[in-house]
């Protein structure tokens, strides 16, 4: 691999980082980077969740020290967090891609009309959050299945959960969608390694770049305040939805 790739890692990591702070999609940055870096597209999609680790563990740490993570909102999502992350990376080298794209590109459809039907649930926070009813549980279990999977768009989509369904505001629920993560996407790389389609070098390498854009984007998010990054939430969507219907 040429030398200049490893620079380019770096700063594609940052990128993709501080998108991840803000609403989620940087994993649109860094999967399509990886491939035109020569990887094969399993090892790229194993090989991303490197940096995604321990940009959310990184992640989770700031929210910790910014005093808006709630921890003891997260041990009653990790059952069924966990068990669709070990199901959707069994899975992986064996689902059509081209249909999972189509399905994910209409459900970021999905997550951009809820933003427009009340915007106000993107900036306010219910008198009940935290308590994400079993109802949702299942959904809590596909997204981890599709973030075991793919994990393209997860952010977006984990985002949605948490604050219509759990009624965080938007900064309370990207801290603990970095707590969540991070912990079933070790899981998830766990599984990918034992397959040997991790690039552990190349990974580690885009995961300094994806810690820093982390840390900053997180800093952002809690000093600029919420309004606008529901807008953020709005363009990664599109750019989402782009990128898949292209790819089909």
Sequence with gaps: MDW???PLLVLAGFAAGFINALAGGGSFVTFPLLLFAGLPPQVANATNRIAIVFQCIAG???YH???VLR???IPPLLPASV???VVGSLLASRIDEGSFRTVSAVLLVGVMVTIFIDAKKWSQERPDAGHLR????PLVFLLAVYGGFLQI???SFTLALLILGGGYDVIRANALKFGLVWVYQLVALGIFAGAGQVNWTIGLTMALGNVAGGVVGAHVVVRRGTRWVRWVVVLSACLAILKLWMDR
């Design 71 to 73: 921890w003891r909102h």
């Design 134 to 137: 079993a109802r949702f549980q």
């Design 83 to 85: 068990a669709g992350a």
């Design 60 to 62: 989770t740490i700031t």
């Design 4 to 6: 200049w790739i490893y």
């Design 65 to 67: 020290r910014l005093g």
């Design 153 to 155: 768009g997860l952010g």
